[in-house]
Structure formats: C-alpha cells, structure tokens
C-alpha cells in the first residue's frame, strides 16, 4: 500500500469514531498531513496554505470549537501503535520536547539545563501528556 493511502486509512480509522459529519473527518485528515508537512512552522496557517487551503479557518475550527473527545483520540492512537508497530518485549520511551526561546514571556519558559545543548538556556519545556 502507498504512503498516502496508508495515511488515509489511518486517519478514517481514527476520525470515523471520533466525528459524525464528513467536514470533520476531511479535515482532521488535512491537519494530519500539515502536520507531516515539511512547513517551518505548525501553527495552523503555514499548513493550511501547504494544502490548498484559502484560510487556516477550517484547521482552526477543528481545534477550537468542534466536538471530539481527546482521550477517544489517545486511545484509537495507541490501538494503531501497538498493532502496527508494538512488540511483546517492547518498550517506549517518551522524552519531553525543548524550545529554545529568546524571552521569557510563553509559559514555562526559564533558564535550565537544555538537554537539547547540553548546555544552560533560556528554554521551554513541552511535556508529552500521559494517559
């Protein structure tokens, strides 16, 4: 099977519980693949120009104000995981993610030890969510 068809029956299998209405359904698909995108920058617009779209409104209404349930989402994500990439004797290891920043005006944001560096930046952790 294709990458894009395998990335499209991966994201009708996850969208199919999670929305009851197509628009939804193609447009978590769309996000999907702007996040995949080779963009600078994740932040809804940059994606959605990388697709076609005319605004980033379609992405951002998704995110925002449509009705999906999250831990929905988590659980059809971990399912695809164990069945596609887990081993018995496997294990994951799930590391925070760091963002140098030049202020400190975004959450989080202080001086630290970066293990990105190694070295004492002015940076911010993302922790991954647990279950």
Not at 7 to 27: C, H, M, N, S, V
Not at 47 to 57: I, K, M, R, V, W
């Amino acid at each position: 099977m294709s990458w894009d068809a395998e990335l499209a029956a991966l994201t009708a299998r996850i969208a199919d519980p999670l929305f009851k209405r197509p628009e939804p359904k193609a447009t978590f698909a769309d996000l999907v693949r702007g996040l995949l995108a080779d963009v600078p920058r994740k932040n809804s617009w940059q994606p959605a120009d990388h697709l076609g779209h005319q605004t980033a409104n379609r992405i951002e209404w998704l995110l925002s104000r449509a009705p999906w349930d999250a831990d929905a989402l988590r659980d059809a994500v971990r399912a695809y995981v164990i069945e596609h990439l887990g081993l018995p004797d496997g294990v994951l290891i799930a590391d925070d993610t760091q963002a140098i920043k030049k202020g400190d005006k975004s959450v989080g944001v202080a001086r630290q030890y970066c293990g990105l560096t190694g070295q004492i930046e002015n940076y911010q952790v993302m922790p991954i969510p647990g279950p």
